[in-house]
């Protein structure tokens, strides 16, 4: 079975999280929502507390098929600024695994130096990412190399996906779209 970590922090975009979460373990995904510490209760950019897994301490790169860091300001800087989650994000470039960001979590793919000419984010946060190639508003969901990106709480579902398709083909990904209702999702 697919795994996929998905690290949640203190000020992480709550809609984001849960539809990324949802979608994936829709598919048949195993996700695991990971801390940044021992504490697995974490509060959401608008007050809203998820129960997470495990920490990710202790996690590697081997055993793990994707990463996905959900936005929120507050939460993405502190994923980029933990060591385990950058050096995690290191490892899993390296090896060529699958990574995705959202809203303002391309942030911190840029502070692990993992973020590819030709992404997408929440509009304002590429003042603060010195990569070439943002795509602002020309798609719900942005894929260079082995990093897909996405824009915002409005797009986490066909972000989600667009992940599902990435990780399981066309046909998973077709099913559950037409399940979802979200024809106004485009395929990769």
């Given at each position: ?6 690290p ?13 979460i949802d ?20 509060k959401?950019a ?13 996690l590697c ?17 502190a ?10 994000l ?37 003042d603060?990412?010195?990569?070439a ?6 798609s ?33 990904y ?15």
């Amino acid at each position: 079975m697919l795994r996929v970590l998905v690290p949640i922090a203190e000020g992480f975009e709550e809609i984001e999280a849960v539809s990324i979460i949802d979608v994936l373990r829709r598919a048949g995904i195993e996700v695991i929502m990971g801390t940044l510490n021992e504490n697995l209760l974490v509060k959401g950019a608008n007050g809203i507390t998820l129960h997470a897994d495990s920490p990710i301490k202790g996690l590697c790169a081997d055993e793990l098929d994707m990463i996905v860091l959900p936005g929120g300001w507050g939460g993405t800087k502190a994923l980029a600024h933990d060591t385990a989650m950058q050096n995690l994000l290191k490892a899993m470039d390296a090896k060529g695994k699958n990574i995705g960001a959202i809203c303002a979590a391309p942030y911190a793919l840029y502070k692990a130096g993992v973020l590819k000419e030709g992404y997408t984010c929440y509009p304002s946060v590429e003042d603060e990412i010195d990569v070439a190639g943002y795509c602002g508003d020309a798609s719900a969901v942005v894929q260079s190399g082995n990093i897909m990106t996405s824009r915002g709480p409005g797009t986490a579902i066909c972000f989600g996906l667009a992940i599902v398709q990435k990780l399981l083909g066309d046909e998973t990904y077709e099913k559950l779209r037409g399940g979802l209702l979200a024809d106004y999702c485009a395929p990769l």
